[in-house]
């Protein structure tokens, strides 16, 4: 029998716990302002030990399948830390994770852990949007001396901004599920109807207009 597919099943979990709600008719409102008719929060996965054991899973078999010889696991706060942790545990790896800036008191630390200079990486990160807070974690890293293989994330919306993004700091990205999947799975599991499929599909390509 053959196994489901690994991004599509993901995307049905999402829905299933409410991690990722769908609203086109009556938007969310984004921090950054933007208008949007989907709101994501993957650590509510975090609450339900067999979808958070399959992501752990997912995780490990798409590093092992695309990344040799990883020293360290970094997490981005908030967010990658307690998948971070998770992966680094499973793999037997040293963990450590990345402020958004400086600690404003003590050592001041931005890299919470130990890294040592010359050390190869990987960046764990629970969504994707811009990619503009996740790469900053990239560049404290690069900064320190690592060498940063890429970053694995549970979701990205595919956003062509961010796409751009990792290209120019030349990380690659890989993700469990994408935005593509979820809305394919929500019109077929009844999330959504095909009258929301062209609004969804405008946003995604234009987010910072939509709704304005």
Known sequence: MKSPNIAETIASHLLEIKAVKLSPHIPFTWASGWKSPIYCDNRKTLSYPKIRDFIKDAFIRSITSNVKDVEVVAGVA???????????????????????????????????????????????????????????????????????????????????????????????????????????KALKEGYINNSHLASLQEWRMSPEKWGV
């Open 78 to 184: 908030t967010a990658g830390i307690p998948q971070g942790i998770l992966i680094a545990q499973a793999l037997n790896l040293p963990f450590v994770y990345v402020r958004s800036s400086n600690k404003s008191h003590g050592l001041e630390n931005k890299i919470e852990g130990v890294v040592e200079k010359g050390q190869s990486a990987i960046v764990i990160e629970d969504l994707i949007s811009t990619g503009g807070s996740s790469l900053a974690t990239v560049d404290a890293l690069r900064e320190a001396g690592c060498q940063v293989k890429a970053m694995f994330a549970i979701f990205t919306y595919g956003f062509p901004v961010a796409e751009e993004n990792f290209k120019q700091k030349q990380c690659p990205l890989l993700t469990l599920s994408n935005y593509n999947i979820l809305i394919e």
